[in-house]
């Protein structure tokens, strides 16, 4: 059996076929965190409504979904960070603009709905000019430190939101001396209130630093890992921080992904004092080709049809975010049941109780990292007696999941109360691969919307002319940044077709955290396009050495974007033209000369269809018949050359699988 009581001291015995074994905690009072999510949301700013307030409300509202305590979102630096990149608020020194991007709206909107949610920010690229030549932010401390405070600064004044934790380098080096020197800066600039996490990679060395350093100690107030298994090292404990799993999940969102994450949000406390773990990603927004497709507590891919899916995770994150909150406190009285499986429990100090349950099976919880170790489940009884102050309580809320069998599957379904007896004491029946809450809280809620639409797949045809004067978003609906940032773009000097664009905006490589390629690259589309034809206004800003394409067939993106395989139409200032059967130019189809030259408007247009292609120049053949026998599918594309500055507009293209 298990005894509950507020300050449990020693181990409580198990006792006949219903044992769960409690382990003393070092310290009773770590407060409850819950999880969090980094976001990758590129296609969920362009949700029609209402569907996009209904997506937002199942990830932020409390008690109605995931109920989500935190919010983590990436600063963006205009680098490949997975799936695409997002653009930084400062290009270039001297720039600066806050209303890039789509991390600002989504930080207002889960505030909007929970003005309790603790945001945190990190970067994991950097623009180029920090960098001054080398890959490395690190140059110059105190810069790279500026840039990171404006933007917490900004976050306040530009939009009024309170950034609460801010991170060092995503699962990269980090510098001691530019740790020390970031928190003088944050202190300088009033800040003391935002705390610092290092150093999102793993628990060393950052935490032997922190033993061997005194004053990054004292600075650095929560230490983070990613993917941990739910384990940590001896340093980690000994410098009394408190231990966040800051990166976790990462699995798709079917029921072994839901089971992965049932599992760690009680283990990694159990296992490794993790009082938050954060769940990577927290939508999955993007195109589902892009690595890690439908890694997100649940999907919206499809803006174009209004469409998304609640998936499990989101119901197995309620299970624990809608009956704790920050500030609650796991007692010491939590472990792992004799048959498999492990509780926690867990109390605001008021009187209020929450033990959450699981079960989940080894192969029904294998995360996508790290490797876990064989174990075994099967169905116990198990049997919990409140002591103390919980002793006088006379009911719990009960709310279950099973996951497995389509004909057996609950997904965060309220039971009937739980009355517990004179003793304080209930048994449960428990089976694999179960998820329970029992709860004094009444407020849980398994919050529904209509159906939305139903799955559409991209439009075949689609035209975008890039005309919109004050336009709501930086970037154009549905193209998703590989490399490089496009934004909507004021000619203020062509007062005519041409005054409104989409432009390539970075001139330089930014401090790259993924294998960026060395062109800029946007995908839009559907992958399994096969025939299409594209039609795209092209504008070439860079004298003698620029260049532009449009392409389609584009089979790779995020951290695969430099090997990405297609059909690319290039023309190139110093009057040539070439067809590639891949982004970095190697497998060249056909080269030749034309006239084009810089800072004129060109229409291209690029036809595949079967096993052949060709391109247009204004409306006038330059090459055609071009055999193409891989891919045989994906995305169509506009680029450049190298990082440089080029326009596009009226972008056209009409397809078919």
């Known amino acids: 059996m298990v005894e509950m009581c507020t300050w449990c001291r020693g181990s409580p015995q198990s006792a006949g076929e219903a044992p769960a074994v409690g382990r003393n905690r070092r310290d009773p009072s770590l407060k409850r965190w819950s999880l969090t ?61 806050y209303f890039r991007g789509y991390e600002w709206w989504l930080m207002k909107e889960a505030k909007k709905r929970n003005s309790n949610i603790t945001l945190m920010g990190l970067p994991w690229s950097f623009p180029g000019w920090l960098g001054k030549g080398f890959n490395w932010p690190y140059v110059n401390r105190q810069l790279t430190a500026y840039y990171v405070v404006t ?39 009033g800040l003391q209130q935002v705390k610092i996490i290092a150093s999102d990679n793993l628990w060393e060395p950052i935490s032997a630093s922190m033993l061997h350093d005194p004053e990054l100690l004292e600075v650095i107030d929560v230490i983070g890992a990613h993917y941990p298994g739910t384990h940590t090292v001896k340093d980690a404990r000994l410098t009394k921080k408190k231990l966040w799993s800051s990166e976790d999940f990462s699995t798709s969102n079917n029921d072994v992904g839901a089971g992965c994450w049932g599992r760690i949000l009680n283990q990694n406390y159990i296992n490794g004092y993790m009082t938050a773990t ?6 999955a927004s993007y195109y589902e080709q892009l690595p890690y497709g439908r890694c997100g507590l649940m999907t919206a891919q499809e803006p174009w049809s209004g469409h998304y899916a609640v998936e499990a995770p989101i119901w197995i994150s309620a299970h624990t975010t809608q009956f704790t909150q920050p500030g609650w406190y796991y007692l010491k009285t939590v472990g792992h049941l004799e048959k498999g499986g492990s509780y926690v429990a867990l109390t605001d100090g008021l009187g209020n109780l929450t033990i959450i349950i699981e079960t989940m099976s080894h192969k029904h919880s294998m995360c996508i990292r790290p490797f876990l170790p064989y174990f075994n489940v099967s169905q116990q009884f198990a049997t919990f007696v409140l002591k103390g102050s919980f002793s006088e309580i006379p009911e719990l809320q009960v709310w279950y999941t099973k996951l497995g069998k389509p004909s057996e599957r609950f997904l965060f379904k309220q039971l009937d109360s739980l009355w517990l007896n004179s003793g304080g004491s209930f048994t449960l029946e428990l089976q694999e691969d179960e998820l329970f809450t029992l709860t004094t ?61 989409l432009r390539q905006v970075l001139n330089q490589r930014p401090i790259t955290w993924a294998a960026d390629a060395f062109n800029t690259i946007s995908v839009i589309g559907d992958y399994q396009w096969s025939n299409l034809t594209i039609k795209c206004d092209v504008y070439i800003e860079t004298p003698e050495k620029g260049g532009v394409f449009i392409a389609g067939r584009v089979n790779k993106g995020g951290i695969l974007i430099r090997s990405a395989r297609g059909v ?88 078919a699988h």
């Open 278 to 283: 954060i769940a990577w990603n927290l939508v």
């Open 151 to 189: 933007w917490i600064v900004g976050a306040k004044h530009y939009h009024d939101l309170d950034i609460d934790y801010i991170g060092i380098w995503n699962e990269r080096s980090f510098d001691i001396n530019y740790i020390k020197v970031l928190r003088r800066m944050l202190n300088y600039q």
């Open 37 to 97: 999510q980094k976001a990758t949301s590129r296609l969920l700013v362009n949700y029609p409504e209402p569907y996009r307030s209904q997506i937002l409300d199942y990830l932020f509202k409390p008690n109605f979904g995931a109920s989500l305590h935190i919010l983590k979102v990436e600063i963006g630096g205009d680098g490949q960070t997975t799936d695409g990149t997002e653009p930084s608020h400062m290009h270039y020194a001297l720039d600066e603009d």
């Open 441 to 501: 809280l009444t407020t849980g809620r398994k919050g529904s919307y209509p159906l939305p639409p139903k799955s559409q797949p991209f439009p075949c045809v689609y035209n975008d002319d890039f005309n919109v004067d004050y336009p709501f978003f930086s970037e154009a609906p549905n193209f998703a940044d590989q490399t490089g940032v496009f934004e909507y773009f004021m000619n203020i000097e062509d007062p005519g077709e041409h005054r409104f664009t």
């Open 568 to 655: 690319f139409f290039w023309i190139f200032a110093d009057g040539t033209y070439r067809v590639t059967g891949d982004l970095a130019g190697w497998t060249i189809y056909t080269v030749g000369r034309a006239d084009i030259t810089a800072k004129k408007w060109y229409t291209l247009t690029l036809t595949i269809k079967g096993g052949f292609s060709s391109g247009l120049l204004n409306g006038r053949p330059l090459w055609k018949n071009v055999s193409v026998t891989f891919p045989k599918h994906g995305w169509a594309a506009i680029g450049t050359h190298s990082f440089e500055f080029a326009q596009f507009d009226n972008f056209h293209v009409e397809a």
